[in-house]
């Protein structure tokens, strides 16, 4: 059975920083990109940012670039979002997702939410 489990949300202050992991099972994890996506209250889905298999390549939505950074331990079978200069916007439910064998798969999300 493919789980993704995220794990590391919280409550952060303006212009912090959480780390944010999903811990991968059930699939060759080793040959599939992983991507970030949020959710804010009330809104739709937001793509965050993409890595590629083998961790060497990696794309982020302009409202993140420069303060977020994904990677990818194959070894390990997780992907982690550093993030840093935190946001009220980014205010959200994040989730680790994967496109595996034509199945869009998505884990339960871990809730980061950035307030004073």
């Not at 059975?1 to 959480?18: R, Y």
């Not at 946001?87 to 869009?104: L, R, S």
């Amino acid at each position: 059975e493919v789980q993704l489990v995220e794990s590391g949300g919280g409550l952060a202050q303006p212009g912090g920083s959480l780390r944010l992991s999903c811990a991968a099972s059930g699939f060759t994890f080793g040959i599939y990109s992983m991507t970030w996506v949020r959710q804010a209250p009330g809104k739709g889905s937001e793509w965050v940012s993409t890595i590629n298999s083998a961790g060497g390549t990696t794309y982020y939505a302009d409202s993140v670039k420069g303060r977020f950074t994904i990677s990818k331990d194959n070894a390990k079978n997780t992907v982690s979002l550093q993030m840093h200069s935190l946001k009220p916007e980014d205010t959200a439910v994040y989730y680790c997702a994967a496109e595996i064998n034509d199945d869009y798969v998505r884990g339960k999300g871990t809730l980061v939410t950035v307030s004073s």
